[in-house]
Every structure is written in C-alpha cells, then in structure tokens.
C-alpha cells in the first residue's frame, strides 16, 4: 500500500518539478523534493523483499505493472518526465538492495542469516515442491470438493478441512503429513467455504464500493491535482488492487490487517468528499 502511495506521489513531485522549471536537472531534481519520498520508497522496497513473501511480490508486481502502463499512457510525450520517473524508483529499488546487503553483513547477533540473490531466487523456483508451495496446492482440491456440497451459503465460521500438509511442523507432530485446519491460504476459497458465494459477492460489492468512493474523492479533489493529498487518493486505490491480487494465495481481506485497510481506505475518502463539499 505504502509502495503504491509513494510511487504516484514521487510521479506528481517530478512532474511538478518539471513543469515548473523545464531546464531542471535529474541531480537537481532529486536533490529538492524527491529525497525524503525516494528515502521511505527504499525502505518499503526493503521491506516488502525482506518479506520472502511470494504473493506480495505477485501483487505487487500486478499493480507495479498497471502503474508503469497508466504512467507511460499520461507521459507519452514528456519522455523526460517519464524518464526522471522510472531513474527514481529505479535508484530506490537499487538502495533497498544495498541496505539489505549492509544490513546483513553486521554480525548482530551472528553472520549465519546473510542476505543473498539465491535466498531470493530459491524463493521463486520449485514451486510446485516446495513445501508451504506443495501444501496449498493439496488443500486447493479440497476446497473445491467441500464448497462443491454448499456452494451458495457456506459453511459459516470455524468450518475445518483436513488435508495432506508438508509443513515440517506438522510433519513433526503428524508423520503422515494430515493437517485439520479452519485457516485456509487460497483467499477467495477461505470466503466461499465460509460465506459461500453469496457472501463473497457481497464483499466484493463492498470493495467495489469503496473503489467509487475512491474515484469520486478524486474526481472532488480535481482542484489539487498533481499534490500529495492527490497522490494519497491515487496510491490507496492502486493498493486496494493489489491487496485484490494478493488475497489470491494469501487471505488479506478478511485479516484483519487487510480489513483495517479497507476501513482507513473508506474513512479517509468519506472525509476528503466532506472536506471538498464543506469547502464549497
């Protein structure tokens, strides 16, 4: 979320910058308003790698995407706008690589964890055999198999399924490997097993909500186009896309960390549509 609030803000900065002095630098550019924002970018581009998460790579990587296309469709004829954009976050992701790497290096309180490509790598390869990997794809047929029986309404909450994990933990107190669990990892399943189709629709009608509120706190903060309350608006949409994209394989919509964010998404634009009506 955080990512895809920086990057649009760091977009509307350059731009800004560059229509307001023409000859500007790329050094002078990023020496005046892009430092603390390019700060923060790395440290959240560290982060999210730090994270070994697959699925937040995937969402990220989805909506980095979608951002990179609306970017290079609304600069298509300010190269150089489009090209001081992607040198910065280009440097960003370049930074939070080096902060890995030093941080690693520091032997607090030992040197055994030491960050490198191929724990990055390994990450993405063997999907199919590594082991949090190969557990959800056994579970995936289960789901199926239990929301086939009561597809409509679910099962409601504390519903388990038992399945074949290859959790070395549950390996450790179950060698045959059977797991009985209420948590699923494939997001939508875990909302169609609990609140059947009917529920998950409803929700997804509720995000789509919360999109249109978005898009009409921009559309009423058209004003203050090209400012960080505007790059707030913009990146918070793209975040709730790519929290969208990552509930996939990891649930987040219905944790609540992502439920938080729906709410503080849903708040902050309820308010920013009352500040722009009150001003009127």
């Keep these: 979320m955080l990512l895809c609030v920086l990057a649009v803000m760091i977009a509307y900065r350059i731009r800004n910058e560059c229509i307001a002095n023409s000859n500007i630098s790329l050094r002078t550019l990023f020496q005046k308003s892009m430092v603390m924002p390019l700060f923060l970018l790395s440290g959240s581009w560290a982060s999210l790698i730090l994270s070994f998460s697959r699925s937040l790579w995937l969402g990220t990587m989805v909506i980095g995407l979608f951002i990179f296309l609306i970017t290079t469709w609304s600069w298509r004829v300010n190269?150089?706008?489009l090209t001081a954009w992607i040198v910065g976050n280009g440097v960003a992701i370049t930074v939070s690589f080096f902060l890995l790497f030093s941080i690693s290096l520091i032997p607090i309180?030992?040197?055994e964890g030491a960050f490198t490509i191929d724990s990055l790598t390994d990450r993405v390869k063997d999907i199919q055999d590594e082991a949090a990997?190969?557990?959800?794809w056994?579970?995936?047929p289960v789901l199926a198999t239990v929301i086939a029986h009561q597809p409509l309404l679910g099962y409601g909450f504390g519903k388990t399924v038992t399945y074949v994990s290859h959790d070395p933990r549950v390996l450790l107190a179950h060698t045959s490997g059977e797991y009985v669990t209420y948590a699923f990892e494939w997001g939508y399943l875990d909302m169609m097993v609990k609140l059947g189709l009917l529920g998950l629709l409803v929700y997804l009608c509720m995000i789509r909500e919360?999109?249109?509120q978005g898009l009409s706190a921009l559309k009423r903060n058209t004003h203050e186009r090209g400012t960080d309350t505007y790059a707030l608006i913009s990146g918070l949409i793209f975040g709730i896309g790519a929290l969208l994209v990552i509930h996939m394989f990891t649930p987040y919509l219905n944790h609540p960390l992502?439920?938080?964010?729906?709410?503080f998404?849903?708040?902050l634009f309820e308010r920013l549509s009352i500040m722009k009506d009150t001003r009127e």
């Design 210 to 212: 919360l999109f249109f």
């Design 138 to 140: 056994n579970l995936l």
């Design 109 to 111: 309180p030992s040197s």
């Design 265 to 267: 998404c849903g708040l």
């Design 79 to 81: 190269k150089r706008h």
């Design 258 to 263: 992502g439920i938080g964010l729906i709410i």
């Design 133 to 136: 990997a190969a557990s959800r």
